[in-house]
């Protein structure tokens, strides 16, 4: 009598895939709302008062610049650890994904060297509380993705990972890449 062979390979799950893609999607249209509420009250405030930043007040550009220009390097060391955990690296893997934290956490400090210049309340007007709440959620954004990175970390380097968890870190920080690039133009550029 002879054996059966074995049957097809079960498909990959792709669960965290699925649910980063949602997440990311959640992420954009949040961000869309806050910014169309920003773009909403900027107009009426210019047609009533003719200004929407108050007087005084700087936004130190030069650190939202590097924040901007820094997710440059975060795409490129989130792609980096999906590259190395493809290829079973768990050395390039761990570096990529510690180096993708620093930077992030570079970002974080960025933002609250904004904070720390503008020197505005959260209650002084409009102005502050949509400055505060637009890049407020970025920053908890910011923050989510670090702590999904070094979960990210901790399940590629212990060999866990079956590089589904990698690409889902990817495509957070290649939508958190956009994001920032949203706020980046409608809060610290146009003002």
Excluded at 48 to 73: K, Y
Aim: charged share 10%; glycine share 8%; aromatic share 10%.
């Amino acid at each position: 009598m002879q054996a059966l062979t074995a049957g097809p390979a079960a498909a990959p799950r792709r669960q965290v895939i699925a649910g980063s893609v949602i997440a990311s999607m959640m992420m954009v249209m949040l961000t869309g709302g806050m910014l169309a509420v920003w773009s909403e009250q900027r107009t009426n405030f210019v047609e009533s008062d003719g200004t929407w930043l108050p007087d005084g007040v700087v936004i130190p550009e030069v650190a939202a610049n590097v924040a901007l220009i820094a997710f440059i390097a975060i795409c490129t060391f989130a792609q980096w650890a999906v590259w190395a955990v493809k290829r079973q690296d768990r050395g390039h893997a761990a570096l990529a994904l510690g180096v993708t934290a620093l930077v992030a956490v570079m970002v974080i400090n960025a933002q609250a060297f904004i904070y720390a210049q503008v020197g505005l309340g959260i209650a002084d007007g409009a102005y502050a509380t949509m400055f505060y709440a637009v890049t407020g959620m970025v920053t908890l954004l910011m923050i989510i993705g670090v702590a999904f990175t070094a979960v990210t970390a901790f399940r590629s380097i212990g060999g866990r990972s079956d590089n589904g968890i990698v690409v889902a870190h990817a495509i957070y920080w290649y939508t958190m890449a956009a994001i920032y690039s949203a706020v980046w133009f409608v809060v610290y550029i146009t003002k």
